[in-house]
């Protein structure tokens, strides 16, 4: 990267993080003056009445880094292809869509969920190259067929991410430190191998997480929403799919960064489905919801998750890149304890 290039580089983000901050002030305001508030209730776990949906600040930045790197590769050299920007383009905007009218108007839970597919569905057709999965002695092409089980993990994805959108900061968070460790994974790997790793869109969409975050929190001035929490998951997923197709950092470097987002909502929803429990309905009965309300405190959780996620999620995440063909044994290290915490505060079954 030359001088002016890391110039135009580190405006961007500036650029990008002021935007956001700004954009989630003004939000709160407009939320406060329309109404647009989440009122604490049994299943909350805040106390206070607070602006939801200010994530759409978040989403509108991250929206334009992609129309930008799209429209004007030499201003923004991100080295994702024209068809990978605009699967990422298309299938946020439609999952952000989707989920911010779920926000005004409650949808029906299958109308969200046919229309994340359709929009992880859509957004991998146009992803070129697919990546592989690495396995001892083979590599699973996700390609064809494979593509309808990839796009219901995407799906899966998305929820989750919404449903681990509980506590002050945690969902912004999570996202920050995922990309945080991507890099770090990438700029290893790129270093040993001597492969360029093209970092800078992965940097880039950490600016509006800082600027949302600002305002989120613990003690949040607003709230995420349902439209942001799965434009995060469908991008994150994506952006995994785009990555592990073109870099070191494979898929299962990707699935170990998100553990503490996966075994928390999986064991949660495993757990509530075997104890025949209205899985379905609002709870609060997910390990990190159960922690918040045991230290009373929100900020401790958030930060526990972003500790756990640089210093042991990451490294082991190096390992998987390193040696990919282990990558599923590293994926188990990775979760054992993780699944090991879920079950000590019985996530699940308790609300």
Same mark, same amino acid.
């Given at each position: 990267?030359?001088?002016?290039?890391?110039?135009?580089?580190?405006?961007?983000?500036?650029?990008?993080?002021?935007?956001?901050?700004?954009?989630?002030?003004?939000?709160?305001?407009?939320?406060?003056?329309?109404?647009?508030?989440?009122?604490?209730?049994?299943?909350?776990?805040?106390?206070?009445?607070?602006?939801?949906?200010?994530?759409?600040?978040?989403?509108?930045?991250?929206?334009?880094?992609?129309?930008?790197?799209?429209?004007?590769?030499?201003?923004?050299?991100?080295?994702?292809?024209?068809?990978?920007?605009?699967?990422?383009?298309?299938?946020?905007?439609?999952?952000?869509?989707?989920?911010?009218?779920?926000?005004?108007?409650?949808?029906? @839970?299958? /109308?969200? #969920?046919?229309?994340?597919?359709? &929009?992880? %569905?859509? *957004?991998?057709? !146009?992803?070129?190259? +697919?990546?592989?999965?690495?396995?001892?002695?083979?590599?699973?092409?996700?390609?064809?067929?494979?593509?309808?089980?990839?796009?219901?993990?995407?799906?899966?994805?998305?929820?989750?991410?919404?449903?681990?959108?509980?506590?002050?900061?945690?969902?912004?968070?999570?996202?920050?430190?995922?990309?945080?460790?991507?890099?770090?994974?990438?700029?290893?790997?790129?270093?040993? @191998?001597? /492969?360029? #790793?093209?970092?800078?869109?992965? &940097?880039? %969409?950490? *600016?509006?997480? !800082?600027?949302?975050? +600002?305002?989120?929190?613990?003690?949040?001035?607003?709230?995420?929403?349902?439209?942001?929490?799965?434009?995060?998951?469908?991008?994150?997923?994506?952006?995994?799919?785009?990555?592990?197709?073109?870099?070191?950092?494979?898929?299962?470097?990707?699935?170990?960064?998100?553990?503490?987002?996966?075994?928390?909502?999986?064991?949660?929803?495993?757990?509530?489905?075997?104890?025949?429990?209205?899985?379905?309905?609002?709870?609060?009965?997910?390990?990190?919801?159960?922690?918040?309300?045991?230290?009373?405190?929100?900020?401790?959780?958030?930060?526990?998750?972003?500790?756990?996620?640089?210093?042991?999620?990451?490294?082991?995440?190096?390992?998987?890149?390193?040696?990919?063909?282990?990558?599923?044994?590293?994926?188990?290290?990775?979760?054992?304890?993780?699944?090991?915490?879920?079950?000590?505060?019985?996530?699940?079954?308790?609300?």
């Amino acid at each position: 990267m030359t001088t002016i290039s890391a110039l135009y580089y580190l405006l961007g983000f500036a650029g990008a993080a002021f935007s956001a901050y700004l954009l989630t002030q003004h939000y709160i305001h407009y939320a406060l003056h329309k109404g647009v508030v989440d009122t604490p209730n049994d299943r909350s776990s805040h106390t206070t009445p607070t602006p939801r949906g200010g994530g759409v600040s978040i989403v509108i930045v991250s929206l334009a880094l992609f129309a930008v790197a799209l429209m004007a590769p030499n201003l923004l050299a991100t080295q994702l292809t024209p068809p990978n920007l605009i699967a990422l383009l298309l299938g946020g905007f439609i999952v952000a869509a989707i989920g911010f009218l779920d926000d005004l108007n409650p949808l029906s @839970s299958k /109308i969200r #969920f046919s229309v994340h597919f359709i &929009a992880s %569905l859509a *957004a991998l057709s !146009l992803i070129e190259p +697919l990546p592989t999965l690495p396995l001892p002695g083979a590599d699973m092409t996700l390609d064809g067929i494979w593509l309808i089980p990839v796009a219901l993990g995407l799906t899966w994805l998305i929820n989750l991410y919404n449903f681990m959108d509980g506590i002050d900061g945690i969902a912004a968070t999570e996202a920050l430190t995922v990309l945080a460790g991507a890099i770090t994974i990438g700029i290893f790997s790129a270093s040993a @191998s001597e /492969i360029e #790793f093209p970092w800078e869109i992965l &940097a880039l %969409l950490t *600016a509006p997480l !800082l600027g949302f975050l +600002l305002l989120n929190w613990s003690p949040a001035k607003v709230f995420m929403g349902d439209g942001c929490s799965g434009f995060l998951g469908i991008t994150l997923g994506l952006l995994a799919v785009i990555y592990a197709a073109n870099t070191p950092v494979n898929l299962w470097c990707w699935i170990i960064l998100l553990g503490v987002f996966i075994t928390d909502a999986c064991w949660t929803l495993a757990t509530r489905i075997v104890t025949k429990q209205k899985w379905h309905q609002p709870h609060r009965s997910h390990c990190y919801q159960i922690l918040s309300r045991k230290l009373q405190s929100h900020r401790q959780v958030t930060s526990g998750a972003a500790a756990i996620n640089l210093m042991w999620l990451t490294p082991l995440a190096v390992f998987a890149s390193r040696h990919p063909e282990y990558g599923a044994l590293f994926t188990l290290l990775a979760f054992t304890p993780l699944m090991l915490l879920c079950h000590r505060h019985q996530a699940g079954l308790h609300n």
